[in-house]
């Protein structure tokens, strides 16, 4: 899954975040992932094209799409999706 996103989508940073980075996940679980892009111009189109990547695989996925310059604005803010998937969340991918 990883591996996909980094060819075809070339993320800056790829978080696991969600009951699966807590230990807490049962098989019910969806895997929840945070997705850091250089630059976008549409988070929602980008989890999409993600999302349909991912598609084949058999387990629901929650793509969350940002962008450095958002996590450093809103990424300690309360109440959003950055923060715990910053604090809580597993780096699987990071660009050198």
């Not at 996590?71 to 715990?84: C, D, F, K, S, W």
């Amino acid at each position: 899954m990883v591996e996909r996103i980094v060819e075809q989508f070339q993320p800056l940073k790829i978080i696991l975040f969600g009951s699966h980075a807590r230990g807490e996940f049962n098989p019910d679980s969806d895997i929840d992932l945070l997705v850091v892009m250089p630059s976008i111009t549409s988070k929602r189109r980008q989890a999409v094209e993600i999302g349909q990547a991912l598609a084949d695989l058999p387990v629901s996925k929650d793509i969350v799409v940002t962008t450095p310059e958002e996590i450093e604005v809103y990424g300690q803010l309360v109440g959003t999706i950055l923060r715990p998937a910053l604090r809580e969340g597993k780096t699987l991918y990071e660009r050198p």
